[in-house]
C-alpha cells in the first residue's frame, strides 16, 4: 500500500455523532510516528496545524473519536462536497496501494458504494469506516477494519489512507492510532477485537512507520499476494493485538 496515504488491509475504513458533542473524555497516549506516504513528486503540501505535545483521544458520542489534530468520524452523505474531489485528486496516488476505486468506477460513484458499505457494515457488524477530518472539518482521508471475524479469535483487517497534500505531518500515525485503540477495546469503547491485521509493502516504509507506532508488529517470513487494479503484488503482513 503506498502510504493509503496509501495503504491497503489484507482483505482489499463507531453511528452518528450527537451534535451536542462530546460524551466521555478518555486520556491516552498517541505514539509518535512519521505519516505513511509513498514518495510521489507531491503539491504544495496544505496547511496542517502543528503536532501537539499533549496528544489525547476524546471518545465523541457516540462512535467517533479526536485525537491531538484529528476527528475520525463516520462517512455522511454530505462528505460528497469534500471526499468526491479528493477521491478524485489523489486517484493515481492512491492505486499505488489500495484498491479505492472499482475499475472505471467514477469518484462520484466510489463515494456512494464507500457510503452504502460503510452503512451496511454498521448494520452487519462486519465492517467499520471512519473519515478522517481536521479540526477546522478539512477531510484528508480514511481509515477502516473490514472483515470483521468475532468467534473465538475476534479479528479484522486493518487499512487507512491520507491525501497525498497532507503527508508528511505525522497525520496517518495519529488515525492508526486512533483506529487500533478503538478496534482492540472492549465493547462499548471499541468493538472487542483480540488483533487487527494490515498488509503492507515491503518499499512502503512509510505505512510500516505508522503501523508500529500504532502497535503493529511484522509476522516474520508472513506475505500475502494482493491484486492492485491489474497487478498483483506481495505485502507483508503487521499485526496488532
Known sequence: ???????????????????????????????????????????????????????????????????????????????????????????????????????????????????????????????????????????IGMVHLLGMQMGLTPRADAGWWIARQFAGNGLASEAVAALAMYALADRPKGVGMLQIEAAITPTNTASQRAAAAAGFSKLPGVQSSIRLGTRWMQHEIWRAS
Not at 482483505?11 to 462530546?22: C, E, I, K, L, M
Not at 501537539?52 to 476527528?71: G, M, Q
Request: one cysteine or more; a neutral charge; glycine letters at 6%.
Open 1 to 139: 500500500m503506498p502510504a493509503s496515504s496509501p495503504h491497503s488491509a489484507r482483505v482489499p475504513v463507531h453511528g452518528q455523532p450527537t451534535a451536542s458533542g462530546v460524551a466521555s473524555l478518555v486520556a491516552s497516549p498517541l505514539p509518535a510516528s512519521e505519516i505513511e506516504a509513498k514518495p510521489m513528486s507531491a503539491p504544495a503540501a496544505a496547511p496542517v496545524p502543528a503536532r501537539s505535545a499533549t496528544r489525547i483521544v476524546e471518545v465523541l458520542a457516540p462512535d467517533a473519536w479526536r485525537t491531538a489534530r484529528l476527528l475520525i468520524r463516520p462517512l455522511l452523505p454530505a462528505d460528497a462536497d469534500q471526499l468526491v474531489p479528493l477521491l478524485g485528486s489523489n486517484r493515481d496516488y492512491l492505486a499505488q496501494g489500495l484498491n479505492v476505486h472499482g475499475e472505471g468506477e467514477s469518484d462520484a460513484a466510489c463515494f456512494t458504494r464507500l457510503l452504502n458499505s460503510s452503512r451496511e457494515g454498521e448494520a452487519t457488524g462486519l465492517c467499520v469506516r471512519r473519515v478522517c477530518a481536521l479540526q477546522d472539518g478539512t477531510l
